[in-house]
Nanobody
Framework: QVQLVESGGGWVQPGGSLRLSCAGS????????VGWFRQGPGNEREAVAC????????WYADSVEERFTISRDNSKNLVYPQMSKMKTDDTAKYHC?????????????????WGQGAQVTVSA
């Protein structure tokens, strides 16, 4: 059974940085596409970033392009979003997700396995 557990959430000031982690069990995350989605107050869940196995290609939402970086630590079976230049609009619960395929579109309907999420709050 695949389980994903997010950690590293918390509070950060606007302009600050934060790194979340997604730990996988029951699957080797390096072999699959892994994504990060978020759901802010009153908003629908939206895709933030995905990284595929195929050449490690990445995709980012326009709202986080050049501020967030998704990466892997295969030795630890972890996937990170490194978040910088954070804005109050980044306040959300961040979820890690995968579908156990080496490439899938970064779309919620194509991703079956989800973590419980980590809360990130950006405020002064």
């Amino acid at each position: 059974q695949v389980q994903l557990v997010e950690s590293g959430g918390g509070w950060v000031q606007p302009g600050g940085s934060l790194r979340l982690s997604c730990a996988g069990s029951g699957a080797t995350l390096a072999d699959f596409t892994v994504g990060w989605f978020r759901q802010g107050p009153g908003n629908e869940r939206e895709a933030v970033a995905c990284i595929s196995r195929l050449e490690g290609s990445t995709w980012y939402a326009d709202s986080v392009e050049e501020r967030f970086t998704i990466s892997r630590d295969n030795s630890k079976n972890l996937v990170y979003p490194q978040m910088s230049k954070m804005k109050t609009d980044d306040t959300a619960k961040y979820h890690c997700t995968t579908d156990l395929r080496d490439w899938v579109p970064c779309r919620q309907k194509d991703l079956r396995f989800w973590g419980q999420g980590a809360q990130v709050t950006v405020s002064a």
